[in-house]
Nanobody, 122 residues
Framework: QVQLVESGGGLVQAGGSLRLSCAAS????????MGWHRQVPGKQRELVAV???????NYADSVKGRFIISRDNAKNTVYLQMNSLKPEDTAVYYC????????????????WGQGTQVTVSS
């Protein structure tokens, strides 16, 4: 079956960096849109970034200039390079995928990963 598996989360000091990976398996063709959302307890899940097969990107204002999303189409893998991390970036980060970029942007992606915890200390 289709599966998205995230990795790369962990504990980092403010100002540091982490790189998240999400690999899609169980599909023959690549997803047109893949992206990242994050969620903290008591808050709604929010879009972090999305990327399409032609490498068009969309970022949340809160991460612009700090995070970079990229993908390897041949490997069906999407990455999130997170730089200049802040304590408010602490959240569970979820990978999402769908043929529709709009679906991923609006949180209605067809497939989701299990999430990976990112904790940024002061």
């Amino acid at each position: 079956q289709v599966q998205l598996v995230e990795s790369g989360g962990g504990l980092v000091q403010a100002g540091g960096s982490l790189r998240l990976s999400c690999a899609a398996s169980g599909i023959i063709f690549r997803f047109n849109a893949m992206g990242w959302h994050r969620q903290v307890p008591g808050k709604q899940r929010e879009l972090v970034a999305v990327i399409t097969t032609d490498r068009s990107t969309n970022y949340a204002d809160s991460v612009k200039g700090r995070f970079i999303i990229s993908r390897d189409n041949a490997k069906n893998t999407v990455y999130l390079q997170m730089n200049s991390l802040k304590p408010e970036d602490t959240a569970v980060y979820y990978c999402a995928a769908d043929p529709s970029p709009t679906a991923v942007i609006t949180g209605r992606g067809s497939y989701w990963g299990q999430g990976t915890q990112v904790t940024v200390s002061s």
